[in-house]
């Protein structure tokens, strides 16, 4: 069992940078794809950036230019570097780690707030 931690989150002024991180009290290392996902207020959970590996990344649109996803080798860490932030940025970041050595197995934590003043 695996359970994922996310932390870093907080308030921060728009043009400011958080960088926010994931761990686990299990092991990260054997997570396939790792990722970051945002849930606004009435909106659905969308995926923010993506990393297969420790080194195939996709980002979302909106923050491409702007954020950075991170997954040191071997490490049991992902990273979320975001700069310039927006107010749109806001809302709850979550971590989310996929197993496919054997079922696919997924693993969300609970989330960390992200909170943008204009």
């Known amino acids: 069992q695996v359970h994922v931690v996310e932390s870093g989150g907080g308030l921060v002024q728009a043009g400011g940078s958080l960088r926010l991180s994931c761990s686990a009290s299990?092991?990260?290392?054997?997570?396939?794809?790792m990722a970051w996902y945002r849930q606004s207020p009435g909106k659905q959970r969308e995926l923010v950036a993506r990393?297969?590996?420790?080194?195939?990344?996709k980002y979302a649109d909106f923050v491409k230019g702007r954020f950075t996803i991170a997954r040191p080798y071997l490490k049991n860490t992902l990273y979320l570097q975001m700069n310039d932030l927006k107010s749109e940025d806001s809302g709850v970041y979550y971590c989310?780690?996929?197993?496919?050595?054997?079922?696919?197995?997924?693993?969300w934590g609970q989330g960390t707030q992200v909170t943008v003043s204009s």
């Open positions: 299990g092991t990260l290392i054997g997570a396939k794809t």
């Open positions: 990393i297969i590996d420790s080194d195939i990344t």
């Open positions: 989310h780690a996929q197993f496919t050595a054997g079922p696919i197995t997924d693993y």
